[in-house]
């Protein structure tokens, strides 16, 4: 972020979702099936957004998220007294009770829009919101795969290593006969 203290990380291969705050907080980790939505925010206006169809739980709490998030981003427009002021957000909603909003600032001053910082900061925010369009995709996916995962592994339980090593001997027994 702008600030130098709040930011946002991806782990590719555990898909896990750092979120930085400040110094004072710890860093929040989370699985990807953690996150809820991601808002891209450009002078108090949602350009681009992206939320989770399901699991159904979600779709409530989506709602309140959704209503929180668009008093956070009035909020700004009321403290901003600059004419000239750009500012571009990206707000990530992450399934958590106690702090579901996390905000990383990408530009917050006075600046021409279409100039190079607001261009640097538009294209850096644009890239955080698809990594996490992107993660959220993945979030669906496996959500959609896990009840059917759950019923192949009850349905055909795997066999044990017991089990295995019984047919392995049982097949070197049958070549030592044969053989």
């Not at 979702?17 to 996150?35: E, T």
């Not at 990408?106 to 261009?119: A, Q």
Request: glycine share 6%; net charge negative.
């Amino acid at each position: 972020g702008t600030d130098g203290l709040s930011g946002i990380a991806v782990n590719d291969q555990t898909l896990r979702l750092c979120l930085l705050k400040n110094p004072a907080i710890p860093p929040q980790l989370l699985p990807i099936s953690g996150l809820v939505g991601s808002f891209l925010v450009n002078n108090g206006e949602i350009i681009a957004k992206r939320l989770r169809p399901g699991p159904k739980a979600l779709i409530s709490f989506q709602a309140i998220m959704h209503s929180n998030v668009e008093r956070l981003i009035s909020s700004w427009q009321a403290t901003s007294s600059a004419h000239d002021n750009q500012r571009i957000d990206l707000i990530v909603v992450i399934h958590d009770e106690d702090n579901p909003l996390h905000v990383v600032n990408f530009l917050d001053m006075e600046t021409k829009k279409g100039g190079i910082p607001y261009e640097k900061a538009l294209g850096t925010a644009t890239h955080w919101h698809n990594v996490l369009d992107g993660l959220i995709f993945q979030a669906d996916q496996h959500a959609r795969l896990q009840p059917e995962l759950e019923q192949e592994e009850t349905e055909s339980p795997l066999p044990s290593v017991a089990d295995e090593l019984e047919k392995l001997l049982k097949l070197q027994s049958a070549d030592w006969q044969n053989g």
